[in-house]
Nanobody, 116 residues
Framework: VQLQASGGGLVQPGGFLRLSCAAS???????LGWYRQAPGRQREFIAS???????DYAGSVEGRFIVSRHNGKNTLDLQMNSLQPEDTGVYFC????????????WGQGTLVTVSS
C-alpha cells in the first residue's frame, strides 16, 4: 500500500485549502483517513471515511472540514474551510484495514501553515 499526500501550503486565518491523497495497492474494506501532527504534539485524528462512505470527524474540525473519497480513483480529499492557526501542522493520510489481511499504512505528510 502506498499513499501520496499533496496540497499543503501557507494560508491566512479564515482561508481554505484542499488536500488530496492518492492511494495505491489498497484492498476493499479499507478505511482512509486524515491525521494531523502539530509542532510539539502527538498525531491526532482529523477525519475518515470507510469504503462504504461513512464519515467521521474530530470535534475540532466538524462543520469546517469535509472529507470525501473517490473509490474509482482511490483518492481521498480533505476540504478545509475557515482555517485557524491551531489547524497548523503536518497532515498525513492513513489507510487501515481491520479484517484479514490487516494493515495500516501512512503517507509522507503535507505541511499546512495557517498564519497571517
Amino acid at each position: 500500500v502506498q499513499l501520496q499526500a499533496s496540497g499543503g501550503g501557507l494560508v491566512q486565518p479564515g482561508g481554505f485549502l484542499r488536500l488530496s491523497c492518492a492511494a495505491s495497492g489498497i484492498l476493499g474494506a479499507t478505511t482512509l483517513g486524515w491525521y494531523r501532527q502539530a509542532p510539539g504534539r502527538q498525531r491526532e485524528f482529523i477525519a475518515s471515511v470507510t469504503s462504504g462512505g461513512i464519515t467521521d470527524y474530530a470535534g475540532s474540525v466538524e462543520g469546517r472540514f469535509i472529507v470525501s473519497r473517490h473509490n474509482g480513483k482511490n483518492t481521498l480529499d480533505l476540504q478545509m474551510n475557515s482555517l485557524q492557526p491551531e489547524d497548523t501542522g503536518v497532515y498525513f493520510c492513513r489507510a487501515r484495514r481491520a479484517v484479514r489481511p490487516v494493515y495500516t499504512a501512512w503517507g509522507q505528510g503535507t505541511l499546512v501553515t495557517v498564519s497571517s
